[in-house]
């Protein structure tokens, strides 16, 4: 697991491919009792100022609209939530809505 201290917070990699990381920030007492309430995301490692934003549809429309992930991005977004995860492997969908393009 991965570290990542911004603004003072330290959030704690959940997952990530190369549009998107996925982090918690595991600071608040209420982390474990409401954990999406507690996602956030930063984009690519390839931009280096990106920081970490709160994992909401909104965010995620601002971010990728106008990117070739929109299309598929906007529709998952229409049917889950942001931190929705596969109950077979544990991993994030929203993940894999950036693989499959």
Not at 17 to 32: C, G
Not at 74 to 99: D, M, S, W
Request: charged letters at 25%; proline letters at 3%.
């Amino acid at each position: 697991m991965k570290l990542l201290i911004q603004t003072g917070r330290e959030y704690h990699s959940m997952g990530a491919n190369n549009q998107i990381e996925l982090f918690l920030w595991v600071d608040r007492w209420y982390a474990k009792l409401v954990p999406r309430a507690c996602m956030y995301y930063k984009l690519s490692r390839r931009e280096m100022n990106s920081k970490v934003k709160k994992l909401t549809r909104t965010n995620l429309y601002n971010d990728f609209g106008g990117t070739p992930f929109e299309k598929s991005l906007f529709a998952f977004l229409a049917q889950q939530h942001p931190c929705k995860k596969n109950r077979k492997t544990g991993a994030y969908k929203i993940l894999e809505v950036f693989v499959s393009n």
